[in-house]
């Protein structure tokens, strides 16, 4: 109970608007910017974004509203305000794809160090790579995940296992980028579908044609 009285007093907004959610849209709607915030969201807040999903967690012991980017699996804090309005049109800058450097220039409150240098390393998907190719789980998986990462091309691409296929994705921060499906029938024939593309079906192909078929699916060819 303390908690909730606490909290009305930390983010008065907020309560007004019925929800960090409502608040969040209020305040874009105030500064003529768009969040892509669903009408839906309510208490919880996570917008998808073509550099990953951006969450805002209001911190309890002070007002703090707390931004950070990911995918599942990974996370990164990029930095906190108290400005609500603020908070709204740093959403609205990420989602334009504003460069990093110009979003901490112009968002004093950003803190993109870690997360800039994570994908610049190549992160996360060499680290993806490896903890799929170190899981007993995916054991069945093996022999595919190390012929794709052997490629120089397909090993850039960020891999899933999606219901034991093998699931490749051109930008790992973009749920919504292009993807292939690959699934291992025998050491000699395999099963592709390309993700997302209306009427798309299962296509065998063959060993030899694997890595030239994946690529070109990828390329959007």
């Avoid at 994570?118 to 799929?132: F, H, I, N, V, Y």
Wanted: hydrophobic share 40%.
């Amino acid at each position: 109970m303390n908690m909730d009285t606490h909290r009305k007093d930390l983010y008065p907004d907020v309560t007004a608007s019925g929800g960090l959610g409502p608040a969040m849209r209020d305040a874009a709607q105030l500064r003529g910017c768009d969040t892509g915030l669903g009408p839906w969201a309510v208490d919880v807040v996570s917008i998808q974004t073509a550099r990953g999903f951006l969450s805002v967690d209001p911190a309890t012991e002070e007002r703090l509203f707390r931004l950070s980017v990911g995918i599942p699996g990974f996370d990164w804090e990029i930095g906190s305000t108290g400005d609500l309005g603020l908070l709204v049109e740093a959403v609205a800058a990420w989602r334009e794809g504003i460069p990093f450097d110009e979003l901490e220039e112009r968002f004093e409150f950003m803190e993109l160090d870690e997360f800039v240098g994570a994908l610049e390393r190549g992160e996360p998907t060499s680290s993806q790579w490896t903890e799929l190719l170190s899981s007993d789980f995916n054991r069945r998986q093996w022999n595919l995940l190390r012929r794709l990462r052997a490629d120089e091309v397909l090993r850039d691409m960020f891999p899933t296992i999606s219901h034991g296929a093998v699931r490749l994705c051109v930008d790992a921060m973009d749920g919504r980028s292009r993807q292939v499906l690959v699934d291992e029938v025998n050491g000699e024939l395999y099963e592709v579908m390309r993700v997302g593309v209306p009427g798309a079906s299962w296509v065998e192909v063959s060993a030899g044609d694997l890595i030239a078929y994946l690529r070109a699916a990828l390329n959007g060819e």
